[in-house]
Each structure stands twice: as structure tokens, then as C-alpha cells.
């Protein structure tokens, strides 16, 4: 991958007791619900191949991101957020 950085073994190193490192869409799709099952700290590790075509970026303006904030609070905590 791009980096020469195993922050997978920096995680192991550091004491975290249950380190995944996920290196395709598939293995992501697949083991990410996974490395959280376990109830001690966990860290993942995504060191995908970056997208072969450009993706639209969402848009920034003010009023768009806070009803982006909003509908995902409310998606998470399942609470009325917004009007």
C-alpha cells in the first residue's frame, strides 16, 4: 500500500488488544462489524487502494452541512433533531 507505517504493529505495540487491519473493500464490507464485537479497546487499520475514478464531492455551504449533521444525529441516536 502507500505507506511504510505498520500502524497496525504501533497499535499492538501501544497495548491495544484487539488490532484488524483491513486492506480491501471486500475485507471491509465483510470484518469491520467483527472487530468490534469484543469489548476491549479496538483499533482498525484501512490501507485501501484509493478509488481508480473521482467522486463528486457533497456539497460545504453552511446551511447544506447542518442538516447533514443533523439527519445523521438523528439516523445514530434515533431522535428528532430537526424540524
Known amino acids: ?5 505498520d500502524f497496525a504493529a504501533i497499535a499492538r505495540a501501544a497495548g ?4 484488524h487491519r483491513l486492506e480491501t473493500v ?3 464490507q465483510t470484518d469491520f462489524a467483527a472487530a468490534f464485537r469484543r469489548p476491549q479497546p479496538t483499533t482498525v ?6 478509488p ?3 467522486y463528486e464531492s457533497p456539497p460545504f ?3 447544506e452541512l447542518k ?3 443533523g439527519r445523521a444525529l438523528e439516523r445514530r441516536f434515533h431522535r ?3 424540524p
Do not use: A, C, T, W
Open 26 to 28: 471486500e475485507n471491509l
Open 52 to 54: 481508480q475514478r473521482h
Open 67 to 69: 442538516y447533514r449533521f
Open 1 to 5: 500500500m502507500g505507506s511504510d507505517i
Open 61 to 63: 455551504d453552511g446551511p
Open 16 to 19: 491495544i488488544p484487539n488490532v
Open 45 to 50: 487499520v484501512l490501507e485501501l487502494e484509493p
Open 80 to 82: 428528532k433533531v430537526l
